[in-house]
């Protein structure tokens, strides 16, 4: 008899046995890298040239303050210090700079060196750093109320920080608007425009104020330990400021605690 083979019996068996091993695979990989770049985000906005013009009595007695002029908001990925510097071009002992003078220069008394400490700030709510270093200046910040004209001086309380080098920072016994010196006074990373409760901790609004006085000896300048820097106290009883029109620019520097 003849016999009939039956291919498809053999391949059935052929898959059969290739099912008791392992399943055939290949791979690639791909490597995935994140790279977290710090972050620092100062935003300034208010005018960029803030002028005090004194041409009554009562102004240089009671003063000028520019209210809200400056409001700054931040944004940080790290730990973050914040301060204002005052400084002016001629890299002279923190003096203003003068642009003209007016009249004659004859009289002794009159100075031309206006201590950059005459410009006070005040920022609209507390330094809210974590401080485990306490400062050791009076104040660490500029939070307190503009002294009243007729009241009682206070030197330096709301005297801006100056530095010949606007890049040196604060000391410890000097002011910051948030944080401070040293590695353990510090603010958090966040941004403004994340942070609802408390957002004040990353917005701050900044007056200007400057009391002449009569004379012109700019009675609220002083450093932040205490040391008068009004004219009278620099250079003499009757030392008043020589009519003219001085300079002097504020730097805000945000920097990551250090």
Not at 193 to 220: E, M
């Amino acid at each position: 008899m003849k016999k009939i083979f039956k291919p498809l019996a053999v391949v059935a068996a052929l898959a059969l046995s290739t099912s008791s091993f392992a399943q055939l695979q290949d791979e690639k990989n791909v490597t995935i890298t994140m790279d977290l770049q710090p972050i620092l985000q100062l935003n300034m906005q208010g005018a960029e040239n803030v002028d005090f013009v004194f041409d009554k009595i009562s102004q240089y007695i009671g003063g000028i303050t520019k209210y809200g002029a400056t409001q700054l908001t931040v944004s940080s990925t790290v730990a973050w210090d914040l301060y204002a510097v005052g400084h002016s071009t001629n890299g002279i002992n923190n003096f203003w700079d003068q642009a003209a003078t007016y009249g004659g220069t004859a009289d002794p008394l009159a100075v031309d060196n206006l201590p950059i400490s005459l410009l006070e700030l005040h920022q609209n709510h507390a330094n809210p750093g974590t401080f485990t270093t306490p400062p050791t200046g009076n104040w660490r910040d500029y939070s307190a109320a503009f002294t009243l004209a007729t009241g009682t001086v206070a030197s330096g309380q709301n005297s801006i920080y100056a530095n010949v080098n606007p890049y040196t920072t604060p000391t410890i016994a000097d002011k910051y608007i948030a944080g401070h010196a040293g590695t353990d006074n510090y603010m958090n990373g966040g941004s403004y425009l994340t942070q609802t409760n408390p957002v004040n901790n990353f917005k701050y609004i900044i007056d200007y104020r400057i009391v002449p006085g009569l004379p012109a000896s700019f009675p609220w300048a002083g450093s932040n330990v205490g040391i008068p820097e009004d004219l009278q106290s620099v250079n003499g009883t009757g030392s008043y400021a020589q009519a003219g029109i001085y300079t002097m620019n504020v730097k805000y520097v945000l920097t990551e605690n250090q």
